[in-house]
């Protein structure tokens, strides 16, 4: 029974990081999980219960590390236009 909600959570997750193009801290803030929970299922498990749907999910989290440098420069940059 464990594995099913384990499998059921792991798409959920999936659909919704495609969806949104939301980045693993964004869909482990909106599911209330660890970020580390969402990693290890959308890169471990999500393999061996949808393969098309882990590839489709790599894409989108390969995009958001390709540009996370830029977010946070903008964090730093929004930070200290607040304290100016």
Do not use: P, W
């Not at 061996?48 to 440098?69: D, G």
């Amino acid at each position: 029974m464990r594995s099913i909600l384990i499998e059921e959570r792991a798409v959920n997750l999936a659909h919704y990081i495609i969806d949104n193009k939301d980045t693993v801290r964004g869909a482990a803030k909106k599911f209330g999980i660890s970020k580390s929970t969402v990693h290890k299922d959308v890169s471990q498990r999500l393999l061996h219960i949808n393969k098309v749907l882990a590839t489709q999910v790599r894409a989108v989290l390969e995009e958001n590390k390709a540009e996370r440098h830029i977010r946070g420069g903008m964090a730093t940059k929004l930070k200290y236009q607040k304290h100016a």
